[in-house]
Each structure stands twice: as C-alpha cells, then as structure tokens.
C-alpha cells in the first residue's frame, strides 16, 4: 500500500506541510498550495481547468489543474502507481488545504506582520545556507511573496490554535489512547485490497464487500493461504511483485491511512480482519507479527506528542469539515499523466450464496 508524500516551498523550509498518508492529507499546519509550474519547469495544458470545486459554509473554491500537476510532478511516481489514485490523492490535499485555511479565517487569530516577516527572514537564512535566495525559489515553484506571507500567516494562526487546546492534561490523555505510536510498537501485516471507485453508490461498496468476504472465506476454509489470495485478488498495485500482500513491518508513523493501522494495531497475531473501508476500497487484514516498542517519558517526548496531537486534531477538523462540505471532484484530466498500460488482477469471487456464507462477516 503506497505512501505518497507532498511538500511545498513553505514545507521544506519551514517543517511545516502536507503528508497523504496512502490516500489522506494529514499536516502540523496547512503548506503553501501549489501552483501552476513555472516556465523552466514541466508545463500541462489549460492549468486553469477547474478540476474540482469545493463548497463550504457558504463559500466556494476551486482546485484547478495547474495546481495538481504542480503537486504530482514534484515527487518521482513509479510506473506501476495507480495514476487515478494519485490524482484523488493530490487533489484531497489541496481541498483539505483550502477546508483548513476556511476554518482558520474564522478562529479570527490575531498575526502581527512582525511575526510573519520574522519567518521570512528564517526562511530566507534557511535558503542562504543552501545557496539559494528567496526571489529565485518562489519564482521556480511558481509562487509570489503574499501569497508565501498569506501561508505563513495561516501556518502561525495554526500554531496559536493548537497551542490553545494542547493542555499537558490533554497531551497525557492523547499520549495514554496512542501509547503504541509513540512506544515504537510495529506490526508486520499483510493485506487484500479490492477497490472501489471515487464515487461507488452504497450498493456498489455492499458488492465489493462481499466479493471480500467470499476471498475471507476461501482463507478461513483453508482452500487459499491469505498470501495466496492476495497474489489471486488483491487490487494493491504494489503486489504486482506477488508478495502475497506483505506490507513488511511498519509503526504508526511509518505513513499509512489510519483507517487501515487503526485496525492492523489491534489484531492479534495471526488473525485476520473482517473488511475494513479505506480511501481505496476495502481490505482484509493479516497481523503476522509484532515487536513491542519502550515505555514513553511524557516531558522528553512532549515535543513529538504535541506534533502527533496537532496532526490528529487536523484530521478531526477535516472529518467534520468534509461531512458539511460539498466537493465534487472531476473526472482525472486525460493529458495530465502519460500514457502507461495498466494490468488489472483476476477478478474476485462473487460472493457465495447466503446458505454457505455463514461463516461470513455481516
């Protein structure tokens, strides 16, 4: 299952950005949002086509192509991605962008233009030991100095807003229900994907779930290995190399959906899930193993706690946000990727008739 990272110029220089967490932007504070690539860069077609729109508390904007193809061109992107996945994964960043910046304008937290300028000159210090100067790297990133300072503004705003609800009694709470990510704890996991499309209907969802469940039961009867019925049916396009849906070990941090580790983290070894939905479509889960991680001083990891704190409380924000917000996300762009041929996997099972499912989840 991929992990698929996105930054900006404010990010790089400032520790501050968005990370799509293989399908889902969560971030300290929101990054600069990218724009059309500039000249000397890779350039697309119509940059200003709106390719989503997004509707909340009665305001309205719009993501447009130029955007996303600054985003996606920034970071090498294997041959074997799923180029459809990648383009909801882009464009959900910028939304969750423009959907946190909405909710900051309306905390009306006070910036002072002295302390955004302060960060300027931090940025500026940053790009000088590189050799760089400011004007130079917002012309090749395709920004110009407001909206840099707009962002700064917006990324300090951030900072006061959770600085205001990361009460130590608060952090000790997050730290005692997320103990293992910052233990170390890791799991090995395997998984079977069978995906759904960005706008599956309930009923296409209901069948994909059970075309999962009859693959569950092929494994619970013992007629397939979960390995096996991974290199048979799973949708993952990282499985292409059969590697029977191992994920290898991983931690909390390691940059997966939380949908999906807040499940692997409670199984028990050796067992496996029931269907979990994800981004991508559903998934059984395999825990294989486990390695405890150490005990946690809250003063010394106070640091990192308030960082995990802030990027959950982003999440929240984001999941309210989205249950109001109107997003109607276009069709992907045919001329914003190559052309690159695609292998689809054996087709699972249909679901098999209600009198020999028994054994299967609900």
Do not use: C
């Amino acid at each position: 299952m991929r992990r698929f990272v996105l930054a900006s110029l404010v990010a790089a220089s400032a520790a501050f950005g968005w990370s799509l967490a293989a399908g889902r932007a969560v971030a300290q504070a929101p990054a600069a949002q990218p724009k059309a690539a500039a000249p000397a860069g890779p350039t697309v077609s119509n940059p200003e086509e709106v390719v989503a729109t997004v509707d909340a508390n009665g305001a309205t904007e719009k993501v447009v192509k130029g955007e996303v193809f600054n985003v996606i061109t920034r970071y090498p992107i294997p041959p074997t991605e799923d180029r459809e996945q990648v383009y909801r994964d882009a464009v959900d960043t910028l939304v969750n962008t423009k959907l946190v910046t909405q909710f900051l304008a309306r905390q009306n937290i006070a910036v002072k233009p002295e302390q955004v300028q302060e960060e300027i000159g931090k940025l500026e210090q940053g790009l000088k030991a590189e050799g760089k100067d400011l004007a130079t790297s917002l012309l090749e990133n395709g920004f110009s100095l407001d909206e840099i300072k707009k962002e700064i503004g917006d990324r300090l705003r951030w900072i006061e807003f959770v600085k205001s609800k990361a009460t130590d009694a608060e952090l000790k709470k997050f730290l005692a229900a997320h103990n293992d990510l910052f233990s170390g704890t890791q799991v090995r996991a395997s998984h079977i994907l069978l995906k759904t499309e960005p706008n599956a209907t309930d009923a296409d969802k209901k069948k994909v779930r059970g075309q999962l469940l009859a693959v569950k039961k092929l494994v619970d009867d013992g007629k397939l290995t979960f390995a096996q019925a991974a290199n048979k049916y799973s949708q993952d396009p990282a499985n292409e190399g059969k590697a029977g849906g191992d994920l290898d070990y991983f931690n909390l941090n390691s940059g997966f959906i939380p949908e999906f580790t807040d499940v692997a983290f409670k199984l028990k070894k050796g067992s496996i899930s029931e269907p979990v939905e994800t981004p991508y479509g559903y998934h059984l889960i395999q825990v294989t193993d486990r390695k405890e991680g150490q005990p946690v001083d809250f003063e010394k990891a106070k640091p990192y706690i308030t960082s995990a704190y802030a990027a959950d409380l982003q999440r929240i924000l984001l999941t309210e946000a989205r249950k109001s917000a109107k997003i109607d996300v276009k069709p992907m762009p045919k001329d914003l990727f190559p052309n690159l041929p695609a292998q689809a996997p054996e087709a699972a099972p249909a679901p098999a008739p209600k009198a020999e499912a028994k054994g299967a989840a609900k």
